[in-house]
């Protein structure tokens, strides 16, 4: 089998923390990538519920994907020794019902109906997801409702006849942060939840790497806790690059100039959340340096889930083989997957072609097309190519001409 997609090393180089994560993960022979999407987690909740993005919580979900015994529990330990002390005790807590993840948080309310708040941040782990996926789909079960609903931020919880038996929580009153590990198989179950929501709010990391060192490194010395005191409120400041970003492709998809594969509906939100925790990790605002370094990490997030959706489509195959129905699901699906490929395939022929234009100067629309093969474009416009390319903020317009985004 192929490695998942993975961060460059040249990732990890922009920083000591980010260098931290990736000898944390080579250290104990997992992918660093892995170890980064739980850290994000760890930082999520170490923060208050009053620290916010704009319009948004930073609550956050990571999904670590691989074969059994390939280190999905390996890089959560990881992360909890690089970032051990995130300021509450509900620290890798294993996830059962939406019930069950509200009376973590808030207690019975009293004779008014108010839930008191036990436990303002919790970190959950499904150490092994697909009991969580098996449990989500039975009838009335509402673990994954009340994870949609968390990952927003908004009110969780259930109301009864008797008040006492209440639980209510209110919106942004809480943190909630959750890693859930999965094999490729029921990853793809995820991906069945397109319609509503649940894989559009996951980072994806794959837990191998085909540059693990054969010559262990030490595990670096453990990060300083970035939880700050108890009833912290602010929100964090986005530069006004991102926010310009942000509000046009909200105005594009306003107009129908663009339209988001169903499982890309967040990937703005989850950048920014991205952004804002990266930011917050190294004691910084959210400037276009760390927008631009959660846009690869959610690109690489976005090229896993592919991967996971492309297995897929092989045990898809295997398992249904002539029978019609299932046929025209395959042909429906391998399109998708195809031009989804070839997409990705233009898109880097771009920015490389861009990258070897002496000093990354700005092109315009037909070499940008000149750089594509043409194979791929009988299948998939250019046009459409450089379109994504935008919307995923791999390449800038500048006048009449495109070019790289600048990285600080």
């Not at 993960?25 to 170890?35: E, H, K, L």
């Not at 559009?200 to 806790?225: M, N």
Request: glycine share 8%.
């Amino acid at each position: 089998m192929n490695h998942y997609p993975r961060l460059p090393g040249s990732f990890y180089d922009e920083s000591d923390i980010l260098r931290k994560v990736q000898q944390a993960g080579f250290a104990r022979i997992t992918s660093p990538d892995a170890v980064l999407a739980c850290l994000l987690c760890r930082v999520s909740a170490s923060l208050d519920p009053g620290i916010t993005i704009p319009n948004s919580s930073l609550n956050y979900i990571s999904a670590l994907i691989g074969e059994s015994g390939t280190g999905k529990s390996v890089a959560f330990r990881a992360s909890q020794d690089l970032l051990p002390d995130i300021g509450t005790p509900i620290d890798g807590l294993g996830i059962g019902s939406g019930q069950g993840i509200v009376a973590t948080i808030a207690g019975e309310a009293d004779e008014n109906g108010i839930c008191p708040i036990r436990n303002p941040r919790v970190l959950f782990l499904a150490d092994e997801g697909e009991q969580m996926l098996k449990i989500g789909k039975s009838e009335g079960n509402i673990t994954m409702a009340t994870l949609r609903t968390a990952w927003s931020g908004g009110s969780l919880g259930q109301t009864n006849a008797d008040k006492t038996r209440s639980r209510n929580v209110r919106a942004d009153s809480y943190r909630l942060a959750l890693t859930i590990g999965l094999q490729p198989h029921f990853a793809s179950e995820l991906l069945t939840g397109v319609y509503a929501g649940d894989p559009q709010r996951f980072l994806f990391a794959g837990v191998t790497h085909p540059e693990q060192p054969d010559i262990i490194p030490p595990f670096p010395t453990p990060l300083d806790s970035v939880h700050l005191p108890e009833g912290t409120s602010t929100v964090l400041k986005v530069d006004p690059e991102v926010n310009r970003i942000i509000r046009d492709h909200r105005v594009k998809r306003q107009r129908r100039e663009v339209i988001d594969d169903p499982l890309d509906s967040h990937r703005m939100l989850l950048t920014l959340k991205t952004a804002g925790l990266l930011a917050f990790l190294h004691g910084d605002d959210i400037t276009i340096h760390w927008w631009n370094m959660a846009v690869q990490v959610v690109e690489v997030s976005r090229n896993v889930r592919n991967h996971v959706r492309d297995l897929a489509l092989v045990e898809l195959q295997s398992t249904f083989g002539e029978k019609a129905n299932a046929e025209v699901s395959v042909r429906t699906m391998v399109d998708e997957a195809t031009r989804a490929n070839v997409v990705d395939s233009m898109i880097r022929s771009m920015t490389n072609y861009i990258t070897n234009n002496g000093n990354k100067k700005p092109v315009n629309r037909s070499q940008l097309s000149q750089a594509c093969a043409g194979k791929h474009k009988h299948i998939v416009p250019p046009d459409d190519a450089i379109t994504e390319a935008l919307q995923r903020g791999l390449l800038v317009k500048v006048g009449e001409q495109y070019a790289l985004p600048v990285r600080n």
